[in-house]
T-cell receptor, first 114, second 117 residues
């Protein structure tokens, strides 16, 4: 079975500081990994994805993530936080099969302080 | 920009009542998903359609939940009777391909928030 664990349900950073949101996955086969962002009262939006190409993946809004197989991790980073980054972030995994079902983590709420 | 439309945005109901949610996916998207997001948790897939056929409903509580996509376009998710534990955000998403979960190219609506009293 596939699963993801997001370490820290709430992360608080100052504006301009490094953002690091942690995600570890569990999968018996090579996974596809994703980060989604959810702003208040909105649906989810894809930030970036790893689909077995480059291990360092760049996404929208200056975010990037690195797939580390040895650590079974896919942490999300951004060098300098902006107030507009405040949102909930979800890590998700899918593996092969008939429908590539997405399994989401519990989410990490990012707060950015001025 | 094309969007996934959902209604109603908010619904308050009493337990044992029936409730229904509607979703209109992006035009041309053959794959449609219903997710349930309980407060403080990530979305959980309830049902996935490919055109009008159900691909995955393994997590759908079939004793009270039903979903249909009769013409392969819009979809309705129904709960009858509603229970307190059903309070959640119900998200609809669509994808242009069955393997949307491989590419991550799911487009989500704004959701329908259900409160059961």
């Amino acid at each position: 079975a596939q699963s993801v664990t997001q370490l820290g349900s709430h992360v608080s950073v100052s504006e301009g500081a490094l953002v690091l949101l942690r995600c570890n996955y569990s999968s018996s086969v090579p996974p596809y990994l994703f980060w989604y962002v959810q702003y208040p009262n909105q649906g989810l939006q894809l930030l970036l994805k790893y689909t077995s190409a480059a291990t360092l993946v760049k996404g929208i809004n200056g975010f990037e993530a690195e797939f580390k197989k040895s650590e079974t991790s896919f942490h999300l980073t951004k060098p300098s936080a902006h107030m507009s980054d405040a949102a909930e972030y979800f890590c998700a995994v899918s593996i092969g099969g008939s429908n590539y079902k997405l399994t989401f983590g519990k989410g990490t709420l990012l707060t950015v302080n001025p | 920009e094309a969007e996934v439309a959902q209604s109603p945005r908010y619904k308050i109901t009493e337990k044992s009542q029936a409730v229904a949610f509607w979703c209109d996916p992006i035009s041309g998207h053959a794959t449609l998903y219903w997710y349930r997001q309980i407060l403080g948790q990530g979305p959980e897939l309830l049902v996935q359609f490919q055109d009008e056929s159900v691909v995955d409903d393994s997590q759908l509580p079939k004793d009270r939940f039903s979903a249909e996509r009769l013409k392969g376009v819009d979809s309705t998710l129904k709960i009858q009777p509603a229970e307190l534990g059903d309070s959640a955000m119900y998200l609809c998403a669509s994808s242009s391909r069955l393997a949307g979960g491989r590419t991550g190219e799911l487009f989500f609506g704004e959701g329908s928030r259900l409160t059961v009293l």
